[in-house]
Structure formats: structure tokens, C-alpha cells
């Protein structure tokens, strides 16, 4: 196996909590999109509310492609990795974290599962204003959350392995439960593929 299985969603949908009960179901290294930014976002004074600043990405997605590249150069090649990512569609550095995350995987040869998480707006309010996250530098802002619910949409990378799951009325062990079997189906479908291709070249 080598996999490399894409949690996309909003702040607050609960990317973290479902990828450490997936990591229970599916042997993968959690690697978390808070592990690239808060090397960075320590160095601010941050209050999980106010804006930060626009330039300071550029340095997060530094720390991103350095620990990408260290994946494709040192991981063992049948280890399987869960990415969490706030992207968002439309958004140009969300595309790029994904194209980022994607150029990985093609490198590893692994195979690409992208999870779209959807939750409902009060749903979502009602997640983020945990206080607890604030000890892992993560927002806060109500109404931003409000607001990016009503105006954006979870970034949807048209890839042909992505799962849609609403996980608004799911605990984390049943949304991971749901994941883990689309992974497998996912990965049985391309193993049947090689072995088409195969059987196929040298007939």
C-alpha cells in the first residue's frame, strides 16, 4: 500500500479528530496542516480572531514542501500518509497546497484520495467556538466561520478518487469508518487497473 489520503474541509469540521481515528482503521502517519503553520504562527500575536497577514503563507507552504520532500526522499514506500487542509474553492493557495500535496503523491506513486468534509453552518459555529482549539493556534472567529459558510464552498479537486461526506450529524469514528472503506474500494479499483494494464501488455 501507499496511499496518500486527502482531508479537505473547513476550520472547525473536525479534519484532526477524524484523521486520528482513521490512523486507528488504517495504518498512515497523520500530518496535519497545523504541523506547517504554527511553527510560523508562533512567531505572531495571534488571537484566533483577527486577520493575519496575507504574506505569511508564503513561509507556511515553505515549511509544507520541505516536509513533502522529505516524505518522497526518506519514507518507507509502502507507508500511507492522512493530510488535513483547509481549501477552499476558488482560492489560489488552496489549489496550490493541493497541487503541492498531489506532485507528492505522483512522485511516491501513490495513490490520491481527496475527502471533501461538509457540515452544516450552525453545525460548524458551534465546532469552532471550541476553546480548546486555541491552544493549537486554531480559529475562533464565529462569524467568520458564519460568513465563509454562506459565501464558499469546501474546494472540490475533480479528482476522480474524491468522497463527498457530510459529517455534520457524524462522530468522528463513523465519518473515519466511511473513509476508510472509499479508500479501499478506491485502492482495489486501481489495483484491478495495473493488473488490466498488465495482463493487457503482454497479451
Keep these: 500500500m501507499n496511499i496518500f489520503i486527502l482531508l479537505i474541509g473547513f476550520p472547525g469540521v473536525g479534519k484532526l479528530a477524524i484523521a486520528k481515528e482513521l490512523s486507528l482503521l488504517f495504518p498512515a502517519k497523520i500530518i496535519d ?3 506547517f503553520n504554527n511553527p510560523i504562527l508562533r512567531l505572531l ?9 496575507e504574506g505569511i503563507w508564503e513561509y507556511t507552504g515553505r515549511v509544507r514542501q520541505a516536509v513533502l520532500d522529505a516524505i518522497v526522499a526518506y519514507s518507507a514506500p509502502s507507508a500511507n500518509f492522512i493530510f488535513t487542509h483547509a481549501g477552499i474553492e476558488g482560492d489560489q493557495r488552496s489549489i496550490r497546497t493541493f497541487q503541492q500535496i498531489a506532485a507528492a503523491a505522483e512522485q511516491r506513486q501513490a495513490l490520491l484520495v481527496p475527502v471533501r468534509l461538509l457540515c452544516d453552518e450552525d453545525e460548524l459555529a458551534r465546532r469552532i467556538s471550541t476553546p480548546a482549539r486555541r491552544a493549537h493556534l486554531k480559529s475562533i472567529d464565529v462569524e467568520a466561520s458564519r460568513k465563509r459558510s454562506r459565501q464558499a464552498c469546501v474546494l472540490d479537486p475533480q479528482h476522480q478518487n474524491t468522497l463527498m461526506l457530510d459529517v ?5 469514528q463513523e465519518s473515519a469508518a466511511a473513509i476508510r472503506d472509499h479508500v479501499l474500494n478506491a485502492a482495489g479499483s ?3 487497473g495495473h493488473s488490466l494494464k498488465a495482463d493487457t501488455g503482454s497479451a
Design 45 to 53: 500575536d495571534d488571537d484566533g480572531t483577527s486577520p493575519l497577514p
Design 190 to 192: 486501481a489495483t484491478a
Design 168 to 172: 455534520t450529524f457524524a462522530s468522528p
Design 33 to 35: 496542516n497545523h504541523w
